[in-house]
């Protein structure tokens, strides 16, 4: 059993990169220089009124991947915007961004997974638009799926070392807002509940 699948460190996960995504988004939306960047498939017409982690949260419950595709899936988008600078992380796409790069890490990680219809329904959009902006990712990333060991540990060593800097100042919003203000412009670059499921629409 690795320390991914003891539910403290992946609730703490998850925390984490909703904070960070969080500070990102923000940042680029008041970036000024953010308003010529390229509109994308992952923009949506209004910023989504789910908070990022509560959207993360949802993936988590319903999605039912291995602890291992948020890694990996944090790996994807790091790649994405490195491979894809023009398209900044906003409140507009980053929800779009976050469904689309778990499932593609699932499909990739994982023996068995849901198809795009489901994971459409757990990100509250369409499977069409599920379906294209797939293949927009897997464009976007240069069909660079695999994750070798070295990376994985990498970028989960640095995952475990900010969740473990970070905690103390989480504590308090003021320190916390300074904490991931430093970090937010390093992302990312490191080389069953069975009741019916309400669809929130992103």
């Known amino acids: 059993m690795s320390e991914l699948d003891c539910p403290t460190v992946m609730t703490k996960m998850i925390a984490y990169l909703s904070s960070l995504l969080e500070r990102v988004a923000e940042s ?10 390229k509109v994308s498939a992952f923009h949506g017409l209004t910023r989504p009124s789910i908070s990022i982690q509560s959207y993360l949260e949802r993936i988590f419950k319903y999605a039912n991947c291995s602890p291992s595709c948020y890694v990996v899936a944090y790996v994807y988008l790091d790649r994405f915007t490195q491979q894809q600078p023009a398209l900044l992380i906003n409140s507009f796409n980053v929800h779009r961004l976050l469904i689309t790069s778990v499932m593609v890490a699932a499909k990739f990680m994982d023996d068995l997974y ?17 379906n ?13 799926l695999n994750v070798n060991p070295t990376t994985f540990h990498t970028y989960c060593s ?14 308090t919003e003021e320190s916390s807002s300074s904490s991931f203000k430093s970090r937010s412009t390093k992302l990312l670059h ?12 992103v």
């Open 190 to 201: 490191y080389e069953d509940d069975q009741q019916q499921h309400e669809v929130v629409a």
């Open 132 to 144: 294209f902006l797939e293949v927009d990712f897997l464009f976007g990333l240069g069909f660079q």
């Open 28 to 37: 680029n939306d008041l970036n000024p220089q953010f308003s010529p960047q």
């Open 158 to 171: 640095y995952l475990q070392k900010e969740m473990l800097i970070l905690q103390p100042s989480l504590n």
């Open 114 to 130: 849901y198809n795009n219809a489901y994971y459409a329904k757990v990100g509250g959009i369409s499977t069409t638009e599920m």
